[in-house]
């Protein structure tokens, strides 16, 4: 079982941004002096409830300030991304890193950014599969030529090229974010494993992983491949003494930045959106992810492995909103939970 962290640099209520980047790349060195396997790294833009718009850039920083933390992006969003940057940025910290660089990708949502950044609506809703296989093309060839719907050039080479990096790995890892049988699909059908959200549970994931493998084997993915594919659940975390002290201390700071962040976003289009209940969604992963004590913390993990197949975790840790606090969780769920998960 592998566990790392999920880091959104947060900005809670009466924080600045500074504070909430600061605390960010702090948890990650921390994560990495506790043993954790990997850190995710967020990425939002105009909200307060994530203030890293970059994930790769702050994927470079975290990699030159750690030697053997996986660091990876929970996600790029590509609708918003030329695929060629993002893969010439991939290949950069693949090679530069000796290969501890995860490229995580996923469709965002509707929001303004696609306005900001001028891909427009339809990058979203239709323009994701394109963006995906440009991406993938440019990870695994020599040279690259497009004539899609969005992205129309003449053949270029691919400089650098992933399978320069002088280890054993050809090339950065490539994660998908799914949220929708569609997406499920998507990266089924390119052997492509998922990230699946700290909203749903043990159930509608261990689905999602059935529906995975059951698409890879239709579209003629290799046995072994099906079998080993590293989903990752993304979770919450939050270790004390006792799980009343550990659930406290989400429910006191978290529904604050939830409503503030949540209700930040803006649709490009005008449509309607559903905001959840702060405190009622606090209490829901809660419920759901390691929220507690040590011993309950590895349980609940161990659980969520064998009723989904998922061995791999990405875990918010800084839910409480505080750097000290934050810190100590991390170290606690070093020192005191992986020991229990072998």
């Not at 940025?89 to 965002?108: D, N």
């Not at 905001?275 to 969520?304: F, K």
Request: charged share 25%.
């Amino acid at each position: 079982m592998r566990v790392g962290s999920f880091v959104l640099a947060a900005r809670f209520p009466g924080q600045g941004d500074g504070e909430a980047l600061h605390r960010a790349v702090r948890s990650a060195e921390v994560a990495e002096e506790a043993g954790l396997d990997s850190v995710w790294l967020a990425e939002h833009h105009f909200v307060p409830y994530g203030t890293c718009p970059s994930a790769i850039t702050l994927a470079a920083l975290l990699l030159g300030r750690t030697s053997s933390l996986r660091v990876g992006t929970a996600v790029t969003v590509l609708p918003t991304a030329h695929p060629v940057s993002v893969g010439e940025q991939a290949a950069l910290l693949h090679i530069a890193s000796g290969g501890r660089f995860s490229l995580g990708v996923g469709r965002g949502g509707p929001w303004v950014d696609l306005e900001v950044f001028g891909s427009g609506l339809e990058a979203y809703e239709e323009g994701f599969p394109e963006s995906l296989d440009l991406l993938l093309r440019w990870l695994r060839e020599p040279s690259v030529a497009a004539s899609g719907e969005r992205f129309d050039f003449r053949e270029v080479p691919v400089v650098p090229r992933p399978s320069e990096c002088l280890t054993d790995v050809e090339g950065p890892e490539v994660v998908v974010a799914c949220t929708s049988p569609r997406s499920v699909r998507l990266a089924a059908e390119r052997g492509l494993p998922m990230l699946l959200g700290m909203h749903v549970g043990d159930e509608e994931k261990a689905e999602m992983v059935a529906l995975w493998r059951e698409h890879a084997r239709a579209a003629g993915r290799p046995a072994d491949e099906i079998r080993g594919a590293a989903h990752v659940s993304a979770g919450i975390c939050q270790i004390a003494d006792r799980r009343t002290d550990a659930v406290e201390a989400l429910t006191k700071a978290m529904p604050g930045w939830l409503r503030q962040g949540l209700e930040a976003h803006v649709t490009v289009d005008g449509r309607h959106r559903a905001m959840r209940d702060p405190l009622a969604y606090t209490e829901l992963l809660c419920g759901l992810h390691p929220v507690g004590t040590p011993r309950l913390a590895a349980d609940r993990l161990a659980a969520t492995s064998e009723r989904t197949g998922i061995s791999r975790f990405a875990l918010l840790v800084e839910g409480s909103g505080d750097l000290a606090a934050t810190e100590e969780n991390v170290r606690r769920l070093g020192a005191e939970v992986l020991p229990h998960l072998g």
